[in-house]
């Protein structure tokens, strides 16, 4: 078996691969970065492009539906061509991973090796069991897969993923999708405004990412408003039959029902890809489900010169984040058996759904007892968002009464993916709620919804006397 002595292997070619490479050769390192599937990254290929190229499309068409509030309509030949919306989604999702294919493809080829890495001892790697890689030190970037849960892995060949719905080469004329995370709200809601018969299951009483109980609430009476969501749901059966998909549910206190849908996507969240990484090879403690401990701030697994990033970290699995951890992973997989720490920044989540969902900061799950105020603001009456008729959701923002600092907030409304930055950078810049109120804002925009809920978190925290009388100056319909 050939060998190959480097400073720092990476496991995977994704975001957080790809960053965790760049930042050992910037450190003049020798790096290899190993990678089993095709190149492109998981966000270009079957992530976050290709879900918003399908959002973009959904939108366009709730526009028409949205049209007649306006006064508008649009003729008696609107129809959705299910091919080409799919041949648009796959033209743009193929150019953007072109770019990163030409990039990873520009690589030094001795940095390349293609195949599956597998430990055999703390940091030595066999690929394919055809070459040895021995380095001082190992990033494990290899990224997440969907999960596919019992009794939908029996008819495993007939379930759609993500990674696999994008290829449709048509639109389905209907749709079971399995969870009500944001990847599965994200999808469907887009399916359901093509024109596809959509229903959303899910076992547990959970809808997107929300803690916040008035948040939640508003969520899913706003989204069962317009989707069909079965929550709370007890799957009894799935089984493939020449149609489609027949599912046998129960919802609670009512008796079994059946129902056939031509296609079924299972968006049941997603687990990284740790199985058959040989992890236990390395010496290293694993939990209950076989997962490292890793420090975020510095990526390393315990004292062990191995790092991981992206979404095989287990932290959030977002590209940003991967982005993040890449760079963080390189660094220290060169400086080790030193590392350096790393603050990371402000936590941001955002939902493409319509309206969008959002989280910045401190969850309201994880606020201190006790030691923390709200303050909220509704759309209905607000402005802009009555303006374009997008007048829905609720805003929920949390500061700390001892300084006064926001600490976080959970969103659901119209615009929140530009509220949600703005927040997340007061946040990280440690803005008291009086300072956020000096800012200036437009009118009419829906930033004013925000400084709404910054105002009655001001008066919450028993603040307003510490604002200047021009920040708190009314402005009457915003
Ligand atoms: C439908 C969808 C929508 C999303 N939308 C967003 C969004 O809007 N915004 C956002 O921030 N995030 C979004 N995400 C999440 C984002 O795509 C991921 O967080 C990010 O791409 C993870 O990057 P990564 O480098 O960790 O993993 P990846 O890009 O998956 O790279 C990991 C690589 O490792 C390889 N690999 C695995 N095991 C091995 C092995 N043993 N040997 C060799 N190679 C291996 C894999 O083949 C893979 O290429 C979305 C994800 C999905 C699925």
């Known amino acids: 078996m050939d060998t190959l002595k480097v400073d720092v292997a990476v496991i995977g070619a994704g975001t957080a691969g790809l960053n965790a490479r760049r930042e050992v050769e910037k450190r003049g390192g020798r790096p290899v970065m190993i990678e089993s599937g095709p190149y492109g990254t998981t966000c270009a290929r079957v992530g976050c492009m290709p879900s918003k190229l399908l959002v973009a499309a959904a939108d366009a068409a709730h526009a028409l539906d949205h049209a007649p509030l306006f006064g508008i309509h649009a003729g008696t030949d609107r129809r959705i061509e299910g091919a080409v919306v799919m041949q648009r989604v796959q033209r743009e999702r193929d150019r953007f991973v072109g770019f990163v294919v030409g990039d990873t493809g520009k690589i030094p080829e001795e940095q390349r090796l293609h195949g599956h890495a597998r430990f055999t001892g703390p940091t030595t790697l066999v690929v394919d069991g055809r070459v040895r890689v021995d380095a001082r030190a190992v990033v494990v970037a290899a990224g997440s897969r969907p999960f596919v849960p019992p009794p939908f892995d029996g008819i495993r060949d007939r379930v759609l ?4 719905i994008f290829e449709l080469p048509d639109l389905p004329e209907s749709l079971a999708v399995i969870g009500t995370g944001i990847i599965a709200l994200e999808l469907g809601q887009s399916m359901h405004r093509l ?3 959509v229903a959303f299951f899910n076992p547990f009483d959970e809808l997107g990412p929300f803690t916040d109980p008035d948040v939640k609430r508003t969520a899913r009476r706003d989204l069962s408003a317009e989707l069909d969501l079965r929550l709370g749901i007890e799957m009894l059966a799935a089984k493939a039959e020449t149609g489609g998909i027949r599912l046998r549910w129960r919802e609670p206190g009512a008796p079994p029902r059946e129902e056939i849908f031509a296609r079924l996507l299972v968006a049941a969240g997603r687990r990284p890809n740790l199985a058959g990484l040989g992890l236990e090879t390395t010496g290293q403690p694993l939990d209950a489900k076989g997962l490292p401990r890793v420090d975020p701030e510095t990526t390393q697994c315990a004292n062990a010169p ?11 699995p977002l590209l940003h984040e991967a982005a993040d951890e890449g760079r963080i992973a390189g660094a220290n997989a060169m400086l080790w058996p030193r590392v350096e720490r790393h603050e990371r920044r402000v936590p941001l989540a955002v939902a493409f759904t319509d309206p969008q969902m959002a989280m910045v900061g401190v969850r309201y799950a994880d606020l201190p007892e006790g030691q923390h105020a709200i303050g909220s603001a ?18 929920r923002i949390y500061g700390d009464p001892a300084s006064c600092r926001l600490l976080g907030a959970e969103m659901f409304g119209p615009g929140m993916e530009h509220m949600a930055h703005l927040l997340a950078w007061a946040v990280q810049s440690r803005m008291t709620v009086q300072t956020a109120l000096s800012m200036p804002f437009y009118h009419p925009v829906l930033e004013e919804g925000l400084r709404a809920a910054l105002r009655d978190l001001a008066s919450n925290l028993r603040a307003i006397g ?3 009388p021009e920040d708190l100056a009314e402005a009457p319909g915003t």
Do not use: K, P, Y
């Open 161 to 164: 993923t993500s990674d696999d």
């Open 195 to 197: 024109g596809v018969r």
């Open 306 to 316: 191995i790092f991981f990033a992206g979404d095989a970290s287990g932290h959030l």
């Open 378 to 395: 509704w759309f209905e009456n607000q402005g802009r968002a009555r303006v374009a008729g997008r007048n829905r959701g609720l805003v």
């Open 466 to 468: 510490g604002c200047r």
